[in-house]
């Protein structure tokens, strides 16, 4: 029986580079473009879906994907420099998705027949609902109130969460994958079979690039690939919804994409302000708050870093207010929260340094500006990204579940917390998702529309109904007596910034800035 028990480790063991370490400068400038690359699927995919449904050009489309580009360099380069400090890149939320669609069919703006003009009064009140529900975030971090929340966590509480955080994408994988089945499935085997099976082949020095560089390699044959069928008339005659995913010269993007455009504060005019529409996009905040939660957890642990204390989390929910108040300043037209398959690629390259996403940021404010090159990028397939989701989102999940080896798992309470937490952190959202491709509409449908959005948001995301699930159990069910089983001796040294001595070179702002603003 010794001979197969593996003990509880602390840190991650395989990973090469953790938070405070950076690999050579040119590595690190290569893993800084890929991640830049990496984050344009999602970057790219909810303009793309929303911008239409306004009543805007491709014209537009590409502006609001440069706008949305810029703010997610400034917001990641904050998050590391000030916020969490953890390797996270930070970019735009299809969890505001639901709150924008209520915006957008408000029936005073579906009055307005000119598209430009209805485009730009959408685009102007979602800016407003921005500017209103940020201040709900920057208050809950600033406060430390969601710091004092997370006294209730626990690994058994946060496995699920965290877990939801992959796998509660799962419709972003192999389902788009789907779509173009010709390049999404060579780009699912390639990457698997350079990342895992080649990465210990070495054709350049010491350089593990099949390892480190799998998202860069795979992107470029698979596009080029791409390109081939495309170029060779594979899709002619085929189905709307193939033309769409498959083909390279159907995004526009680079025809309509000035050589170059600088986003600035209230480019698309003044934010226009409605209480419905700010309570509304407050249920997004809160979801994205709660995605970030677990998505923070996993950085850390691909970071080789200690899980953020309170405080930190705070600190970092606080500046990811103020980047969700720059999405409004800026006209972003959603919300900002941690890039989830950039979390993944930490775990895939076994890099977990700061300096690279740092770099990246640059990567994403340089191309923002210069539209012709980012939207050359921009052009990729959405199915190759949605193979890279099926491996990232699931590391990120496996990451989750790995919290589990500090709690007794021969407890029937705790698996009974841990089996409903998942089961309906998928089939709650599942249930409200479905409502909208059948009858259009939310599960909730009332009179009052900013209460359906409300509630439509909250219950449409897995690692929230997660959350709400196995936080509520897991501090009810037999507290006292299961603590041990919980997790809780190894989990509430890191309740505090000072309960750990690691804390303090992960967490430590820069700049000698802990004069200023102490720990609490």
């Given at each position: 029986?010794?001979d197969?028990?593996?003990?509880p480790?602390?840190q991650?063991?395989?990973l090469e580079?953790c938070i405070d370490?950076n690999p050579?400068?040119?590595?690190?400038?290569?893993l800084?473009?890929q991640?830049?690359?990496l984050?344009?699927?999602?970057?790219?995919m909810?303009?793309?879906?929303?911008?239409?449904?306004m009543g805007g050009s491709?014209?537009?489309k590409?502006?609001?994907?440069?706008t949305?580009?810029?703010?997610?360099g400034?917001?990641?380069?904050?998050?590391?420099?000030?916020g969490?400090?953890?390797?996270a890149?930070?970019?735009g939320?299809?969890?505001?998705?639901?709150?924008?669609l209520?915006?957008?069919?408000?029936?005073s703006?579906?009055q307005?027949?000119?598209p430009?003009?209805r485009?730009?009064h959408?685009m102007r009140?979602?800016?407003?609902?921005l500017i209103?529900a940020?201040?709900?975030?920057i208050i809950?971090g600033?406060?430390?109130?969601?710091?004092?929340?997370?006294?209730?966590?626990?690994p058994l509480?946060?496995?699920?969460v965290?877990?939801?955080?992959?796998l509660?994408?799962?419709?972003?994988?192999f389902?788009v994958?789907g779509?173009?089945i010709e390049?999404?499935i060579p780009?699912?085997?390639?990457?698997?079979?350079l990342?895992?099976?080649?990465k210990h082949?070495?054709?350049f020095?010491?350089?593990?690039i099949?390892e480190?560089?799998?998202?860069?390699?795979?992107?470029?044959?698979?596009?080029?690939y791409?390109?081939v069928?495309?170029?060779?008339g594979?899709y002619?005659?085929?189905r709307n919804v193939t033309?769409?995913?498959c083909?390279?010269d159907?995004a526009n993007l680079?025809?309509?994409?000035p050589?170059?455009?600088?986003?600035?504060?209230?480019?698309?005019g003044?934010?226009?302000?409605?209480?419905?529409?700010?309570?509304a996009?407050?249920?997004a905040?809160l979801?994205?708050?709660i995605?970030?939660t677990?998505?923070?957890?996993?950085?850390?642990?691909?970071a080789?870093a200690?899980p953020?204390p309170?405080?930190?989390l705070?600190?970092?929910i606080?500046?990811q207010g103020?980047?969700?108040?720059?999405?409004g300043?800026?006209g972003?037209l959603?919300g900002?929260?941690?890039?989830?398959?950039n979390v993944?690629?930490?775990?895939?390259t076994?890099?977990?340094?700061r300096?690279?996403?740092?770099?990246?940021?640059?990567f994403m404010?340089?191309f923002a500006t210069?539209?012709?090159?980012g939207a050359?990028?921009?052009?990729?397939?959405?199915?190759i990204?949605?193979?890279?989701?099926?491996v990232l989102f699931?590391?990120?999940?496996?990451?989750?579940l790995?919290?589990?080896?500090f709690?007794n798992?021969?407890s029937?309470?705790n698996?009974f917390?841990l089996g409903i937490?998942?089961?309906l952190?998928?089939?709650v959202p599942?249930?409200?998702?479905n409502?909208w491709?059948t009858a259009?509409?939310g599960?909730v449908?009332?009179r009052a529309?900013?209460f359906?959005a409300?509630?439509?948001?909250?219950?449409?995301s897995p690692?929230?109904?997660?959350?709400?699930?196995a936080?509520?159990l897991d501090?009810?069910l037999?507290v006292?007596?299961?603590?041990?089983?919980?997790g809780?001796p190894?989990w509430v040294?890191f309740?505090?910034?000072?309960g750990?001595?690691?804390?303090?070179?992960?967490?430590?702002l820069p700049f000698n800035l802990n004069r200023?603003?102490?720990?609490?």
């Amino acid at each position: 029986m010794a001979d197969i028990i593996n003990p509880p480790m602390e840190q991650l063991q395989d990973l090469e580079y953790c938070i405070d370490s950076n690999p050579p400068w040119a590595e690190t400038i290569i893993l800084a473009f890929q991640n830049y690359i990496l984050m344009l699927g999602t970057t790219v995919m909810i303009p793309a879906a929303l911008v239409p449904l306004m009543g805007g050009s491709d014209g537009d489309k590409i502006r609001v994907i440069q706008t949305l580009l810029f703010v997610s360099g400034i917001n990641t380069l904050l998050q590391a420099l000030f916020g969490t400090r953890l390797p996270a890149v930070v970019g735009g939320s299809s969890a505001y998705l639901v709150p924008i669609l209520y915006i957008i069919e408000d029936s005073s703006l579906q009055q307005i027949t000119e598209p430009h003009e209805r485009f730009l009064h959408s685009m102007r009140a979602t800016q407003g609902a921005l500017i209103v529900a940020a201040s709900l975030q920057i208050i809950l971090g600033y406060s430390q109130v969601w710091g004092l929340f997370s006294r209730f966590f626990s690994p058994l509480g946060m496995a699920p969460v965290v877990g939801l955080v992959g796998l509660g994408l799962f419709e972003r994988g192999f389902p788009v994958v789907g779509n173009c089945i010709e390049i999404g499935i060579p780009m699912l085997l390639l990457v698997i079979g350079l990342s895992q099976y080649l990465k210990h082949i070495r054709p350049f020095k010491d350089v593990p690039i099949f390892e480190r560089f799998p998202v860069l390699i795979c992107v470029t044959i698979i596009w080029a690939y791409s390109h081939v069928l495309t170029a060779g008339g594979a899709y002619k005659n085929r189905r709307n919804v193939t033309q769409v995913s498959c083909r390279t010269d159907r995004a526009n993007l680079i025809y309509d994409a000035p050589w170059f455009k600088f986003p600035y504060p209230l480019q698309w005019g003044a934010p226009t302000f409605s209480a419905g529409h700010s309570f509304a996009m407050m249920s997004a905040v809160l979801v994205s708050m709660i995605e970030s939660t677990g998505a923070y957890q996993a950085a850390s642990r691909l970071a080789i870093a200690t899980p953020p204390p309170a405080y930190v989390l705070s600190r970092g929910i606080g500046w990811q207010g103020i980047g969700i108040l720059l999405d409004g300043l800026f006209g972003t037209l959603t919300g900002s929260t941690v890039s989830v398959e950039n979390v993944g690629l930490l775990g895939l390259t076994r890099v977990g340094s700061r300096r690279v996403v740092q770099i990246s940021a640059g990567f994403m404010i340089f191309f923002a500006t210069m539209g012709k090159f980012g939207a050359l990028f921009a052009s990729i397939p959405f199915p190759i990204f949605a193979a890279l989701y099926c491996v990232l989102f699931g590391l990120v999940a496996s990451v989750g579940l790995s919290f589990l080896q500090f709690t007794n798992m021969n407890s029937m309470r705790n698996l009974f917390i841990l089996g409903i937490s998942l089961f309906l952190g998928i089939s709650v959202p599942q249930y409200f998702n479905n409502f909208w491709l059948t009858a259009h509409h939310g599960a909730v449908h009332t009179r009052a529309g900013w209460f359906d959005a409300f509630l439509n948001t909250i219950f449409a995301s897995p690692p929230t109904v997660g959350l709400i699930v196995a936080v509520v159990l897991d501090n009810t069910l037999e507290v006292e007596k299961s603590k041990k089983d919980r997790g809780m001796p190894w989990w509430v040294k890191f309740r505090t910034f000072r309960g750990d001595n690691r804390n303090e070179e992960f967490y430590t702002l820069p700049f000698n800035l802990n004069r200023f603003f102490p720990p609490t």
